[in-house]
């Protein structure tokens, strides 16, 4: 087992996971990425660590499951760098009850969460502007990661487990060719023959792999969504996750907020011209300013439209691609809750031959052109 040769294509937050978990269970591991390590969607993600609205229950569960992943792995790995378990305070509108049934069915299914009122909402975040009878809830397990630090040390965890690390061109894959020794094609001309392949190439994983994704590149697309970064924030400021009826913020490295809204998300794409997004951007602003005290000073620093990896069906697709063998396929969205729970599932069904009765339900087979 342990001379085994895996090379893992895409060192985002899933690869460099993977990447770091085949290397200890004694793989030799090759991590490829076209760019740096984490510089791609996950470098822009919200990065919020829940499973708050996901199902049905067995999904839930694996992105529960997640959360716990991520509390474990921080002690061991420098967690005071990255990990955030800062919890989420929402806010909703009155009247429509559905706060109220998310947090009765959370509870039932025993996640954290409780219905909270404006007092107590406003003495756990000070810096808020809690309008008044606004419902609210509190789910004091989630929390956020600061993604780069991570990727960094989930690499540098894979080299110190002999993995070996190409980048740019060099660690740009133009094919795979599946077999009983896959062998991986790179931009400068080399080939690296594997034992196995695993794709975790996020967005760009049909290139590669045959697995069906919301198409991003399209006028329209929902996958790309809307990041902006504002500061500065003049103290104390936020210390949670926080999402309001028109407006998802946490705190961000630098004394920044990064902001996010739904509306914003549906409204641009790959195409949206700079002026449409320096608009929205401007929107964020100033609904930021409406939610959060400290914010006179704060001005748009980073702006992004970034597309997430969506499946169609909107569930993780992990598995031996049927048709491909020596080609295992990781890709997500929520891919920043799942990366080290999906990961440890990975290298149990890579070292023992058998998936894990957790991965069965995301298995690329349940698509129509992988079955027999
Ligand atoms: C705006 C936004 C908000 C989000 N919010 C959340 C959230 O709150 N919580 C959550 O859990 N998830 C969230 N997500 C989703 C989450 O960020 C993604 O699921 C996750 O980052 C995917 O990680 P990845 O490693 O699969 O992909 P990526 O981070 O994109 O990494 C893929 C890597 O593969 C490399 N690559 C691609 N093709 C090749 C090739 N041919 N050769 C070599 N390398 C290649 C790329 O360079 C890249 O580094 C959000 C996403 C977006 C866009």
Redesign the pocket.
Known sequence: MSSRRCVV????????SVAARLAGAGLRVTL????Q??????????????SNDKGPRPYHDLNHA?MRAWAELAPDLDGGAWYRPSGHVELATAGTGELEARVKRLTDWGYPARLIDAAEAAALEPALRIPPGAPAACFPGEG?LL?EPLIARLVARAESHGARVVTGEP????GLEPGAAPRVR?AVGATLEADIVVC??????P??AQVPLVPWETEGSA?????VRIGPVAPPGPVRLVHTPDLSLRPHPGGLLHL?AEDA?AAVDLHTPEPGLRRWAGELLRRARRTVRGLDNAQVVELKV????LPVDGQSIVGRLPGAPGTYV??????????AHLAGLITADLTTGTPPAELVPYHPARFPAHRP
């Open positions: 294509v895409g060192a985002g937050i899933l690869g460099a490829l990425d076209q760019d390590p984490g510089r791609a969607t996950s470098r822009w993600s919200f990065a919020w660590l829940n997640g956020y993604t660690g740009r894959v133009t790179t975790c190439a996020g967005r760009w994983t290139a590669l996958a790309p969504g809307l990041v996010e998300a970034c597309a997430r990896p990781a890709v997500t969205h929520s891919g920043v809750t799942l990366a």
